[in-house]
């Protein structure tokens, strides 16, 4: 499983450092998640070489999401004067990720 999470930190690593160094405005963790994507697709890395990692990372995903609940609190009284709005732009932004996702995999399954 160390090999696993050497994996996944390698191309958060290097996706940190072209962020940094090329000063895109692409989060670094983002890049990293693209290049570990390529790889994989590419067949550079197999699965099951990260699979034993992102299994355990998934199972404690909840965790990952504790430090955005807390800072919503600080921001109590925006919400609470523009929920209607944000609620909207919740459902909305919601339904055109999973229309958009849908696609991509569709697109996807077509060249497999």
């Not at 670094?28 to 693209?34: D, F, Q, R, T, V």
């Not at 998934?58 to 609470?80: A, E, H, Q, T």
């Amino acid at each position: 499983m160390l090999k696993a999470f050497l994996w996944i930190f390698l191309f958060l690593g290097i996706g940190e450092l072209i962020s940094y160094v090329t000063d895109v405005p692409i989060p670094g963790n983002i890049l990293g998640m693209i290049l570990i994507f390529s790889a994989l697709k590419l067949k550079l890395i197999h699965l099951k070489d990260v699979k034993p990692a992102s299994d355990q990372l998934l199972k404690y995903m909840v965790l990952f999401y504790v430090p955005y609940g807390v800072g919503l609190m600080s921001y109590f009284d925006f919400i609470s004067s523009y929920w209607m709005v944000l609620s909207v732009i919740a459902v909305v932004t919601t339904l055109l990720t999973l229309y958009i996702t849908a696609l991509v995999q569709q697109k996807l399954e077509k060249h497999d």
